[in-house]
């Protein structure tokens, strides 16, 4: 058994690889030569998991660590779960470590009442030190802030148990080559990292290089899924990398992230090269003023030129609108919605999401604008926000009364399904029969500014519906496809 377990939560597959936990397994070997074990739970493990934890002898230490990311927070509520399903099992001396330990523990000391420590913070050295410590005598937390060198360890992934969890739709999950952005864009939770000290911080391409061996070596060639905020802002490097993947015949698989800053013909043109076939990119808005407030200047006017970039070399750009600040009024909004129709009519790769602003508590943002929020919201209305799912009273609590005629929830269900259309008309209907999705395409369009009535249209465009219709459709169509001898 374990001397050390180190837990995540992870609400679907594939995950992101546990490369924050890997580095940390790391840094307490350094202190402590003990048998460690990563393990990734999902929702409907979590009882199970908390009784294999009452079995470990009573020395024994566990950990529950959340990566910094947006696709953690989909996950929440589980993370005390977990926490709350062990201490009610066992006495095992438990740390809550990562995301949730550094930006909620200030604001919701009870949810973390499961725990014996709470360690905020990046630094693995240091969060190492506070974990093979003594408890503390008067408070929970532990600092473990500063910053954070994502290039101080090797990686190694043979504490994983369950190793499948970050391989599935044909790629291996979530691995960075960078922790954090050296921008500092006021509504992410990179603005949180920042200011408790965890900067950017890069691994050389040797390293590089050696992870992606090691990845390779459990398991096979799969294509990898690079998730850092912001490959392309140090160029020279990103395009080494490319380079030299390719040269290890792995390809990268989708959604590259770049800013509008740095996109421009040679990274399309890389791209193009290399066999990626889409990226992510920091829209947010089309509104200078919301972008100055954001605190990500980029030139509107060269938003165009980024778009017909991507029809021409055949590469899909996905980004979103942010939907819900103070600033905003309902006329606004409707501008910004149909501006993205009209981009996304005019250029076939393009594709454009309406989600509704998430408060990521200790963000500039959050402070400046959204001030109490954590003293307004539960933890399970944040967890609702996280997951996009927005009933007319949190909506309201949230973001005020003005947007009442519209249900942001069911505004980002329309635009999903108008970019679902969108995919099935581009890579999988013959362009001959794209004429019968436009009654559709009008109707979800023409009911946008009503998404807060209960209409039949509301009850049926479902996130679950839309992605379920979609993979549907696309099976079929690959099956047509087959039949017809098309590659």
């Known amino acids: 058994?374990?001397?050390t377990l180190i837990l995540n939560v992870r609400k679907d597959v594939p995950g992101f690889l546990p490369m924050?936990?890997?580095f940390l397994a790391q840094a307490l070997r350094a202190l402590d030569p003990g048998d460690i074990e990563i393990r990734s739970v999902m929702s409907e493990e979590i009882e199970a998991c908390a009784e294999d934890?009452?079995?470990?002898?009573?020395?024994?230490?566990?950990?529950?660590?959340e990566?910094?990311?947006?696709?953690?927070?989909?996950?929440?509520?589980?993370?005390?779960?977990?926490?709350?399903?062990?201490r009610r099992r066992s006495d095992v001396r438990l740390a809550a470590g990562g995301y949730w330990a550094s930006s909620l523990a200030p604001h919701y000391p009870e949810?973390?009442?499961?725990?014996?420590?709470?360690?905020?913070?990046?630094?693995?050295?240091?969060?190492?030190?506070?974990?093979?410590?003594?408890?503390?005598?008067d408070n929970k937390v532990v600092d473990a802030t500063g910053p954070c060198d994502w290039n101080a360890y090797d990686l190694d992934l043979s504490p994983l148990t369950t190793p499948d969890r970050y391989v599935g739709l044909g790629y291996i999950s979530g691995y960075r080559t960078t922790f954090g952005c050296p921008k500092n864009c006021h509504f992410c939770y990179n603005n949180m990292l920042r200011d408790q000290g965890a900067r950017y911080s890069e691994r050389d391409v040797a390293k590089v290089r050696a992870d992606v061996e090691h990845i390779v070596s459990r398991y096979g060639n799969v294509p990898l899924q690079i998730k850092d905020r912001n490959f392309f802002c140090n160029r020279s490097r990103a395009f080494e990398i490319m380079d030299m993947l390719r040269d290890m015949d792995v390809q990268i698989a989708s959604n590259l992230d770049v800013t509008v800053n740095d996109a421009d013909e040679e990274i399309f043109r890389k791209c193009r090269e290399v066999g990626v076939t889409s990226m992510f990119?920091?829209?947010?808005?089309?509104?200078?003023?919301?972008?100055?407030?954001?605190?990500?200047?980029?030139?509107?006017?060269?938003?165009?030129?980024?778009?017909?970039?991507?029809?021409?070399?055949?590469?899909?750009?996905?980004?979103?609108?942010?939907?819900?600040?103070?600033?905003?009024?309902?006329?606004?909004?409707?501008?910004?919605?149909q501006k993205a129709f009209a981009y996304m009519d005019r250029f076939k790769f393009l594709r454009i999401n309406l989600n509704n602003y998430h408060p990521l508590p200790e963000t500039a943002l959050q402070r400046d604008y959204f001030p109490t929020t954590t003293e307004r919201l539960s933890l399970e209305d944040l967890n609702e926000i996280f997951n996009?799912?927005?009933n007319e009273r949190l909506q309201t609590e949230l973001y005020g009364p003005r947007f009442a005629d519209m249900n942001f929830e069911k505004l980002r269900a329309h635009a999903l399904a108008l970019n679902s259309i969108s995919l099935l008309e581009h890579y999988h209907i013959p362009r001959s029969l794209h004429w019968i999705f436009w009654p559709v395409k009008r109707l979800v369009?023409?009911?946008?500014t009503h998404s807060a009535e209960n209409n039949f249209l509301n009850r049926l465009l479902t996130k679950d519906r839309i992605v379920s219709a979609r993979r549907r459709i696309t099976r079929v169509s690959i099956r047509i496809k087959k039949l017809l001898g098309a590659h």
């Open 388 to 390: 996009f799912r927005m």
């Open 53 to 65: 934890v009452a079995r470990l002898p009573g020395d024994a230490r566990v950990v529950i660590w």
């Open 445 to 448: 369009r023409g009911n946008i």
């Open 67 to 86: 990566n910094a990311s947006y696709k953690s927070c989909q996950s929440l509520l589980d993370y005390f779960r977990l926490a709350d399903e062990i």
């Open 281 to 337: 990119f920091g829209l947010e808005s089309f509104n200078p003023d919301s972008l100055r407030r954001f605190n990500k200047p980029y030139p509107v006017e060269k938003l165009e030129h980024l778009f017909a970039l991507a029809d021409q070399y055949e590469i899909t750009l996905s980004g979103c609108l942010l939907l819900g600040l103070p600033w905003q009024t309902m006329e606004t909004i409707r501008g910004d919605v």
């Open 1 to 3: 058994m374990p001397q």
């Open 111 to 137: 949810r973390f009442r499961s725990f014996d420590m709470v360690v905020p913070g990046f630094n693995f050295a240091k969060a190492a030190e506070a974990l093979t410590g003594s408890l503390p005598e």
């Open 20 to 22: 924050e936990e890997a």
